[in-house]
């Protein structure tokens, strides 16, 4: 498919989504999947996406196609961190493998299962720092990326935050374009997750 | 044959040597009568520039305008070397008609090359760590100028927009109907099937033409064989899902070893492997980070097969089986890479994961060795940090 | 392999352009197009015209997308020369930005994409409106637009992005067989927008977007109603 077509037909389908599209405003304390609070010193737009299949949460200032920070509460052991579009696998064949959070990854295991995660779409997904941090109370890592995006060539810059407790993960990504956003958002990003707090 | 030929023919009234056009064609994609040694494929003429108003003038205009975005995308692989040697083998392979091909390296970790009724030719960089020689290369880009040359992209279009209408017709008669476009649109599949044949044997004869060994064409079929059978199960060398517009590698392969015959040709290894070497281990590391190991073990099991002793293939397998983490994992983990630090200039990562198995098997002296090596040979590492941690926490 | 995709996103594209038009709820237009606190160009400013993103396609009877490139070609310069008969609207210190001059660009071209995307997406349709914009133009490129002031000495830069589809005389007779049969087929339409950034600060000053069923850029005079449409409303200088 020509990048002209892609790009004018992902347009439309997110148009014909966004019939189905809702957008709350979140604001000062907030509940991730009743597992993860948070408290924001500034308003973000909470998105739900229809048939919304996803075990993260995101939330935007500028829109979908600028800047998203992503919010996983309590993945499960052999819980994935995005689902894949269904589809029929054929006989004997196996299904596309998808980031799966397992008990007792490593830490860069568990970084790895984030940049798959970007490079899905065909995207191109560089490491650039890992470091141990304390992130919702517990011991985790931080890590800094980039990704070049294939639909439309933009690109971003992203953080990612991730700790296990009692063999279920939590994390955040914070990704906007390297261009002017990145280093004028990601204060505000990082205020929330700072103040990211493991429930139960 | 000769019908869509006439139609081509009667679109293409400005196009130069027309008589030349609908007869080399055939010339090029019927098996030959004589044994393929004694006739070089005879070319259609360069192609002019379709006019504007027509349907070919509208694929080259929008085709000019994806061209524009593509030159300036940052996916385009900007290494001049590396992009004069595939554009050089393009040009020996496309002929007279050389100065029409441009070529573009694209950063993505898939099998895929493509060219357009302008001339623009796509490569990814999956196929090109997936070939194994110069020759395999041939083979591709001479299956897609096959395409190129008997302008199977517009034919394509137009077969769809006749079987589109027909088939929403009969989609307005009920199950009858369903089952009817089904037909309709299996029948689109197997026009492409044919110019999918068609380009394959175009791309033999000019490769041969060329002095190429045409039988690495079946080769390349042969070798992702293994690779599509990890989604598509045992059958999918041997069998299309119904729609697909492709014939099964299998197919291919065995209709390419039949084309190709005894001729025989270079395969240009050593020539290829230089012209790839400084991109490989970026290619490998893309193709890892899929994650997708099943898929990636059967390619580095193929190309260690090839060279056993190439310690950047055998750091990816290692590193792939370290993230798969199944039984016996570990162990076949340790004994890549160990494999990998033992021949000269391995990748840097080796010490890495090495360091990361140790350390998650409680070996810390091990551990800490590998950290270290790592550290002290990639001090400015994304994950330093993470390391020093972890040689702190290991250290007794 | 992008043409298996024509028949079944020409379909798709039509219902989803249906969704975005039945969806787009009708507004005041001044204050929804204007960033807050802009109304006009300071006098003398210079406007700088990129080249429009513009395909334009033929939807064959069965609903397959066909690019028409003589069609764009028209397109561009009728829209081209449409632009130059609004000169009492754009201003007399007006250039255009060559094509090849976007390789530089390229960058920068891709950022305001994205962006525009979500301007359309979040702010022109009402379905998907992000409540801290709180229903205002409200967006920024911010120091990115530099190298294409520098480069231009302009002080403001106009993107333009079209996308078009027209049904050929199969189509409309198809259209009239199923409404007989009472299956309702799209027909052409149209979608895209303009947007006005100022490039000295990077601000979205200006967002117009189009999107309807009717118009058409094939011909000079109906070029010129295209593009007094996508215009509408546009800031003068004074």
Known sequence: MTEAMKKFFAVLLVFSLVACTSIVKVDGEQTIRNRMSLKLADAWNKVQLPNDRQPFDVWTQEGLTVDTLRFWAAVPHRGELVRAPSGSVPQGGKATRVPTFVTGMEPDQLVSLFETMYSSDGSSVTINKVEPTIFAGEKGIRFEFSVLRKSDDVQLLGIGWVAVKKEELFAATFLAPKLSFFSRLRGKAESVVKSAQIKG | MLTRRGMLGSVCKQCLGISAFTQAPMALSQTSSEPAANSAPVLPGRFERPRIDTEEGGLWGMMDREEAKLRRSPFVIRDLALTKYVQDIACRLAADHCPDVRVYLVRTPLFNASMAPNGMMQVWSGLLLRVENEAQLAAILGHEIGHYLERHTLERMRDMKNRAAFAQLIGLFGLVGALGQLGVLSGMSAFSREQETSADRAGMRLMQSAGYDGQQAARVWDNLIGELKIKGGENAGSRSPLMASHPPAATRRDDLMRLAGDKSGESGATEFQKATALHKITWLQDEIKRGQYEESLVLFDRLIGQNPVDAQTLFARGEVYRQRDDKDDLQRSIEDLSRAAQIGNPPVEVFRSLGLIYKKQQDSTLALQSFEKYLAAAPEAADTSLIKNYITDLKP | ?238
């Open chain 3, 1 to 238: 392999m992008f043409l298996r995709f024509l028949s079944k996103v020409g379909r798709l594209g039509a219902f989803a352009l249906v969704c975005a038009i039945v969806t787009g709820a009708s507004y005041a237009q001044d204050s929804k197009n204007l960033a807050p606190g802009f109304t006009a160009r300071p006098a003398n400013s210079k406007l700088v015209i990129l080249p429009a993103d513009m395909e334009l396609f033929s939807i064959s009877a069965g609903g397959v997308q066909e690019p028409k490139a003589d069609w764009t070609q028209s397109a561009v310069k009728h829209f081209k020369e449409g632009l130059d008969k609004r000169k009492g609207l754009l201003g007399s210190n007006v250039m255009d930005l060559a094509e090849r001059d976007l390789d530089e660009m390229a960058e920068i071209n891709a950022l305001h994409g994205a962006v525009a995307q979500s301007v359309f997406l979040h702010h022109v349709l009402s379905v998907a409106k992000l409540p801290t914009k709180a229903g205002l133009l409200d967006w920024s490129l911010g120091d990115s637009v530099k190298p294409l002031k520098t480069k231009t000495g302009a002080d403001y830069a106009l993107f333009i992005w079209v996308r078009d589809t027209y049904a050929s005389s199969e189509r409309k007779a198809a259209m009239v067989v199923m409404a007989l049969l009472g299956v309702g087929l799209a027909g052409g339409s149209q979608l895209g927008y303009a947007s006005l950034v100022d490039l000295n600060d990077g601000r979205i000053v200006w967002f117009n977007d189009l999107r309807r069923v009717s118009g058409d850029l094939r011909e000079a005079q109906s070029a010129q109603e295209t593009v007094d449409a996508l215009l509408k409303g546009f800031p003068v200088s004074q």
